[in-house]
């Protein structure tokens, strides 16, 4: 059973559950830190990598059988000036679309009113040097800023997924994308048919699409929730990001708590692939009730500022025991499985400046004397091993 202890004193102590992660917090460790400022990066034709091989795009003739887009790595540019990734949609003005090296899905040319789909997408998936395995992420903390176009048929995506190659498991964790259904542009929040928010432009969803089963037959479980409205223009910087945790998932949009899910029996557990797409998309468009054209704009572009990926530092088979101040001066701030402070003759402590967070997943306990000095602070998280 998971106990918090205190058998002598604690002086001006903070306790609570963390919610999104703070710089002060040492548990976290950077896995993944891209800003788009390294400079003179290309893609290389024949593998479709960056030239550093930590991001895959995808060639001219790949289609993405669900969403419609057409994934194309010339819609992925590095703009070094700016230190930013920008994924361009943009409208085939060449009539290469549809031709016969486009193997488009049945229902792209299910719409009597606009046949074919004329637009090209970018999308692109973290990687590693070692292959795509190396390159996946099993739980952690995920965090994109960037600005967005936003109109119908704009469909921009931050997330993680994988399945199976013997389809005995599906997962998918979207950190956001944007309301599947466009409502009538006039229509204002309070009058919208979809009092949920769906086919408002500015109401982002997240949601978790699982299954793990022998016959994988669909989705077992599905979760999508919408994000409050963002009032502020698009056109500025905003953040989305989730902690993934194997009993809790938790989404946040500008550093605030938007959704939150906690069955451990329905989110993903197997390592996932980080993805970010932008494009002008006709499943957006599906539950449109005008079936007008899909827009595009000649900025029609998803900027991307940075993406972020941290993980715990695991060590969940230690007792730690703090006995003195040095030793907590090197204190690891790794998943523990127990950590007691045990101080007999002075007390640890931590000063004024500090902020000090332990996580452990069987017990947490002081037994000797402790003190956290006025302006510091302390937290303490008890939860299972993310291994």
């Known amino acids: 059973m998971k106990k918090i202890s205190f058998l002598l004193f604690l002086t001006l102590a903070s306790l609570s559950m963390m919610a999104q992660i703070d710089s002060y917090d040492q548990n976290w460790k950077p896995k993944l830190i891209e800003d788009f400022n390294t400079l003179g990066r290309y893609w290389i034709d024949s593998s479709f990598l960056t030239s550093d091989s930590v991001w895959k795009a995808y060639s001219s003739g790949l289609t993405h059988g669900n969403n419609k887009m057409i994934y194309q790595f010339s819609q992925c540019s590095f703009n070094d000036t700016e230190g930013y990734m920008e994924l361009v949609a943009e409208y085939d003005s060449t009539g290469r679309i549809p031709a016969h090296d486009y193997d488009l899905p049945y229902t792209v040319h299910h719409y009597p009113t606009y046949d074919d789909l004329h637009y090209f997408s970018g999308r692109i998936d973290h990687f590693d040097k070692h292959g795509a395995d190396s390159a996946k992420f099993r739980y952690g903390y995920f965090e ?10 704009a469909f921009p995506a931050f997330w993680l997924w994988d399945a199976n190659t013997n389809c005995k498991y599906y997962e998918e964790i979207d950190i956001f994308e944007f309301s599947w259904e466009f409502e009538d542009p006039k229509a204002t929040w309070q009058h919208n048919p979809h009092p949920h928010g769906a086919g408002n432009p500015y109401c982002f969803t ?17 979760q999508a929730r919408l994000f409050p409205i963002i009032n502020d223009s698009l056109n500025h910087w905003h953040t989305f990001s989730c902690e993934w945790m194997p009993e809790h998932i938790l989404w946040y949009c500008d550093g605030n708590l938007v959704d939150a899910y906690y069955n451990p029996d329905s989110i993903p557990h197997h390592p996932l692939t980080l993805k970010a797409n932008y494009g002008v998309d006709k499943y957006a468009l599906e539950g449109h009730q005008h079936y007008g054209q899909p827009e595009w704009m000649s900025q029609d572009t998803m900027f991307i500022d940075y993406i972020k990926v941290y993980q715990l530092s695991l060590d969940c088979g230690t007792d730690e025991t703090i006995a003195q101040q040095s030793e907590l001066d090197n204190f690891d701030f790794a998943v523990k499985k127990s950590i007691d402070i045990t101080s007999t003759i002075e007390p640890v402590s931590i000063g004024s400046n500090e902020k000090k967070t332990f996580r452990a997943t069987d017990s947490f306990q002081i037994t000797g004397p402790f003190q956290v000095d006025s302006g510091g602070e302390m937290t303490v998280i008890m939860q299972s091993c993310p291994e």
């Open 206 to 222: 997240s949601g978790i699409y699982y299954c793990d089963t022998a016959n994988y037959s669909g989705n077992g479980t599905s």
């Open 144 to 153: 994109i800023r960037c600005k967005l176009p936003i109109h119908q048929g």
